[in-house]
Structure formats: C-alpha cells, structure tokens
C-alpha cells in the first residue's frame, strides 16, 4: 500500500487538472440539445479508463445515453468489486444564480466549482484514480475489478436498468463499490446504509379547452390551477403525515438501535435552519430531522406551473396546470404500489369540472443493508484508516435506483462510500466539491481495494 | 331624422369603403416599428372628422401615440355627448391563421375582415358617420358633440387617463358615448350597463434560500409550492365564496329586476360549456352563470410557476412559487382596499416556515350605471327603434379602465352602446365585423343624438 499512496499523493495536482476536463463536458441527460456532450464525456471516461490499465473497455450504446464498461479480472479466488459511477449531471437552471458558469471549473477555498463536481464526476473520478495507482505502481490490483459508469442517472437509469436484467454474468460481482452520497460532516468517515426510494408523478389539470379572458369567463369556469392547488393541499395533513390511504402499510419503523445511532451524531436542527435560510422547520409530527430525511417516507412537490407566468399582469384564464409530485420512500415500499395507490387518490379527489391526467414520470426502490456485511466491515476500516478517525453509520434520504437493481439481481453487497458534503449544492446553482475529500476519497478506495481483498 | 336616416341608407356602400380605407392603416400600437402608422391612421380619423364637419379637429401630442380630439358646440342648452374610440389595434400574429391578410379588408358573407374591424375601428367609425349625416342634410347636430379617438387602447389608455386628468373642462359632458362592446347575440339590441374590476396580485412564497435535493432534504423543510397550494386552496370555499374576511362587505347584490333580465336571455349552459370543452360548469353558489361572469365578483388564480417547470422529472425542493392571483370586481368594491383585505388574509395564513411577498400589480375599479339613468334611456329607446326590438340590457365581466375615469372624473353617464360580437375574433385572427351591424351602428348613433336631445 505505500506506493500506492505515495503515488496518489504525489498526483493530486493532475488529478484535479484531469477533473475539471471532465466537469467542462455539459453533460445532461435530460436535454436534448446535449446529446452530443453525452457521447464526448462518455469518450473522456472511457480515455482515462484505458490510461489507468483497465482492460476490455468499451462504450455500450444503449436506447439513451451510453455506458461505459471497463474490468481487470486477473485476481482469480479473489473477491470481485463492480464501481459504479455516472457522468451526467442535472441542468443549471436558474444559471443566473452562480457565482462562475457551470461547466467552467473554477477553485475557490479548496473547492471545485462546477455543475457535476460532487454529483456524480468528481466522486466517480476516485476510483478511475485508485486503479490508475495500483497499476502505476504494484502493476496490479489485489482484487478483481469491473466499471460500469452511466450517464442517465439523473433521469432514472432506465436504460442500465435492463442492461443490468441481460447482462448479469457480465456484471457479476461480489460487492458494488459507489460513491454518490454524503459524509456525515467534513472529515468525517462515513458509511451510507440505507437509500430513500422515490416514486416521482405529474399530474396535468385541464380545464377549458383554451386559454380564456379572465373578464369575460372569470367566474363561470373552473379555474386549473385553483383545482390543482386544491388538489395538493389535500395531499398531507397539518402534521405532515401523507393522507393518501394505504402509503405507510409497508413501512419498515426505525429500531431502537438506529434511532439512538441517530441521535448520537453532532447535528443542530437550529443551524440546520439557519444554513437554509429558514427560520423554522416543519416535517413529520413525532420524528427528528435526520429521522425525516433519512428514514421517513415524505412528500414534496418538486415543480409547478399554469397560466401567465411571465413578468407582470396578464388576464387569463388558463386552459391547463400542471404539478411535479415526488414521493420519497423507504424500505419496504414499493414505487409501483405507491404510483397506484396516488394515482387512486388523485382522482379520487379530483373534481368533474376538469379533465385530470396522471402520469408516473420515474421510480426507485428503497434500501438499508445489513451493518455485518463483509464489504460494508472492510469499508469502514479502510475509510477508518484513512480519515483518522472511527467510521459513522448513516441514512441518506436521496435514491439511487441502481443501488437497488445491482443489489437484487447480482445479489452483490452495495457499498456506499461517498464523499461528498450535502451543503454542497448538489442539484442547485453553484454545486461544488472539497478537493481534500476528493483526495481522501482516493485513498479509501485504494484502501477499500485492499481491505476486501483480505 | 328622416332626411338623416335616408342619407344614410344612400351611403352605405360610400361608408365600407372609407371603412376599408382605414383597416388598411397597421395601427397596431404596441409595436414600434408601427409608429408612423398611428401617425397615419390619427390623421385619417382627424380627416374624416373634418370632411364630416366636425369643428376645431386638432391632432393631440401625447408621451405616446396621439389623441384626436373634435367638437361642435353651437346647441346652447342641449346636453353635450363625448364620444370615445380608439384607432389602434392588436398585433395580428399568429399571422399564417389568418384567411386573408390582416391589413386587406376583405368581405365574406357580409363580414369584412381585417385587424382592428370589429375593435374598434369599424364601431368608432360609426359615430364620424352619424354626425357627417346630420351635418351633410340638417346642417347641425341636435346637440352638443365632442370626439375623444385615442391611440393606446390596446395598451392601457395610459396618456388618455392623464389628459383626461388635466383637461377636464375641455372634455367636459353629459354622457360619454362609446362602441367597443358586443350585442348579446346577432341583431338584439343592447345595452351594457355594467363592467366589473380588477384587483390583480402576486404573491412569492420563499422557502429555503436555495433550490435542494428533493431527497436530500425532503421531509426536514417546508416545501414553498406545498405551501401556495395550501393558501390558495384557502381563497375560496366549496361554494365557490371567496373566504377573504371582507371581500363581499361593499358588493351591491343585483336587484330582482337585474336577475329577472339576465333570466329572460337565450342562454344555454350546455352549449356554453360545451364550447369550452367542459362537461361541468363551476362557480359561485346560488347565481347563473351569466350572472357569474356578469355581476359577481371573482377570485381566478392566473398564473402559478415554482420549482423545475421542464419536461421530465427533477427531483428539486425549490426555493421559491410564485402565483399571480385576480379578483375581478363590482359595484361598489374598491380596488384598493380588496388588496388590502387579500394582503392581510394572506398574512394572516402564511405559515411561519416561509416568507410571503404580495405586490399589488394592478386594479381597476368596477362600474354600473342606472337603469334610469336619462342618457341609457335614450340610448336603449334608439337602438329600440333601429333594431325593431325591445333592448335588452346585459353587462360584462371585464374592465374598460377608461370608462371609470370618464364616468368619476367627468360626472359623466356612459353609454355603452357595442355593435360588436364576442364571436367576431376580436384579439385572434380573422377578426371581422358584420356590416349589417355597422350600418345598423350609425343609425344608432344618429337616433341616440335624437334622443337624447329630447
């Protein structure tokens, strides 16, 4: 292990350099204007995959977005790590609200500054690095070692979802080696056991069948977007419990243990609030913030719009309103059940004066792992080892729909290392990741690496 | 008046084609590539007038397009009529919906079509010709005229309101005369007795200072679109009452009559839903719906925008909604102190969990005259006879700004005495005006100055 972490940290100046190579690619999945940026980032992985030492590298095409495929397998009795990484990243807007343009990398307080920089590139970058270290200098990795990096993550994954069905064999592995989540505070070495599910819907209310004259019709109609707003306060009630009948049956509670585990970790809801800008909190009546983000199913309407929503004053009467609802959930709720069970409700409250349309835009299973887990002990000690300090178990209330698939259908252990901040702004204006973890996050994979090997 | 109404029989064809001559002017207001146009078409009102017989035609300088103004003042002791219009018009895209071009008057089945036919150029038109009959075989007017023709209807009457504020002695009036309304349907006789107001606001409701991860976050913070939704849906109740404590306190209820009129017009619910695309109509409990649109007062959300408004899903706890929220009014409702009443209910239900900003973006005051009134009488009595048909009297949902200010700044009666047909595409393409009516218009205006002269 000496070499390879004296190569690692005899490197960190390119590291960052071939980084923000990567962060100036505007590669999001959701737009369709990128989709050539698409193809180059997944080249640029790809390149440094090959540069690293892996073997068998390809670029998978798929129905979307492709994938990229890398393996060094010449560990025979050894225990198999499939990493798992993606090289989209969300859209920008509102782009007026960075500080320094989102695919223009740029340093500031030991902080990278780009779209994609935490979420996923920056945290998926690691591992490229830590192969790239034991091949530079032992020449070999103490394990074998699959890639298999996506660029559709932000928009569900759909597409390596059926890869993952058909290629099993060509997957197989013992443990899923990730890193997209959070640690628990700088400096903190932190183990992610369990993932929020989502189960993700529009619903579009269509009222007259063209915009109408407020003055003329104001009055005789009903109006969409009053529907809508009616519709969604009817949604959770004054203690936030989610009303929609049948939500929490396959709720798995929190033990004891983890409640206490929970409550032991350094955490002030009062600077919670302040870091948002809010003065007070609101959430599920009986539970703790980190038990509401990270172990309670929630629901949250993610975007909103109808009718004049320009500068100023326009008198309409709008024909449509359309409203973007996630649900987040936990384990053992099931996406499909939950888009059934709020699709049923919907209409149920839906009034005869519109015409209301529901649709299941996106899904993702829940999950918690076992703590005893072989890959999960070697995790934490080699993370341990690294940051200094006695590794922390927690929840994160985000999903990664894979996690779930790599974990059912390869019946591999996930291994949740990230090293990111969640005041990083991921998702936002301005997201940015701390180069010191992204060096720390080097050194646990290769540590990883060695631990599992063992 | 017979030698008045025979000359203007004889001239009908003589008046389409000065009619046509003016839609052929691109008066449209709002677009400055235009402004030569309303120069033109301000000069050709002027023309006319002048040609009529009008005296002391001058052409008026405002910030914005001009004013035409006229009068002939030789009736001591006669009441005096000011007569109001505009010469500007709409922008005329979506351009490739149009039969024939905007600005080539064409006439089909006895409808010219062209920008700015029916809005309000051919209903303005109809008054210089009226006069120009009475000038061209009595040689006077039974009374007292003055012409106000504006070029800035279409873009809110700014200037005209302030020229109306300064110069009221040189407007000074009995009645204000004005044809920018419709008939209640093809060849009935109406009189508008009634416009509604405006109080038009906007509320943003800021949560977290930044757009979060939806799952990140979610659960631990209150949501700003949950958050609008649940106020707005606190606006009204099931019945359709609006819940803003005060909201109805100065509303003048119709009076049996008023309600028995409304009642007696052809009126079909089931077609006007149907043409809407509707199934059910909704509105306020215990009305029709034409006096739901007519003399209730209303509360229509006309815009709503927060969070990711793009296709697809992004799993964003946004920072911010933003909803644009008007009330239309009635007599005696006052602007002013609607938003004041809607300002404090919003405060009052906002949660402690965000911030809520209201601005009031824009009011009018609602407006209904007298049944009794002297210059109505006339009015309803002309048409009467040019019709062959009893008058009926109808009011309309949305606001003329400018005919609030004439009626308080002037004292004066208005009489709104509309040739047009809300089915003639006024705003749309293939805007048009049944001829028929316009002839019927000048005739109306002839026997209106008879009337009222009486």
Known sequence: MESVVGYINSNKEKYVEELKDLLRIPSISTLAVNKNDMITAAE??????????????????????PLVYADWLKAPGKP????????????????????????EPTIKDGKIFARGATDDKGQMYMHIKSVEAYFKTVGKLPLNVKFIIEGE???????????????????????VLISDTSLYGPGIPTLTYGLRGLCYMEVVVTGPN?????????????????????????????????????????VVNLTKKERENFKRLPFSEKQYAKALGLKVLKGEKGYTTLERVWARPTLDCNGIFGGFTGEGAKTVLPSKATAKISMRLVPNQDPKKIAKLFTSYINKIAPKTVKVEISDLHGAYPIATSLDDKATLSAATAIAKVFGKKTVFMREGGSIPIVVSFAKKLKA????????????NLHS???????????????????FLDEYSK
Not at 157 to 170: A, H, W
Not at 413 to 424: D, H, K, Q, Y
Not at 429 to 447: K, R, T
Request: aromatic share 8%; charged share 20%; glycine share 10%.
């Open 80 to 103: 198999t790590v499939l990493v798992y990484g993606h090289y989209d990243v969300q859209p920008v807007d509102p782009i007026n609200l960075w500080d320094s343009p989102p695919f």
């Open 210 to 250: 063209r915009d109408l004259h407020s003055g003329t019709f104001g009055g005789g109609v009903d109006n969409p977007i009053n529907v809508i707003a009616e519709m969604i306060s009817k949604l959770k009630d004054n203690n936030g419990k989610i009303k929609i009948p049948g939500f929490y049956k396959d």
């Open 44 to 65: 640029f992985v790809a390149g440094k995959l090959r540069e690293a030492g892996m073997e068998n590298v390809k670029i998978i095409e798929t129905k979307g977005h």
């Open 429 to 447: 204006p301005n997201e940015h990741f701390n180069l010191n973890h992204f060096q720390l996050g080097i050194l646990s994979s290769a540590y």
């Open 413 to 424: 252990s996930p291994v949740l290392m990230g090293m990111g901040l969640n005041t990083e």
């Open 153 to 175: 993550e932000e928009i569900g994954s759909g597409n390596l979802d059926e890869f993952v069905n058909k290629n099993q064999e060509m997957l197989k592995c013992d443990s």
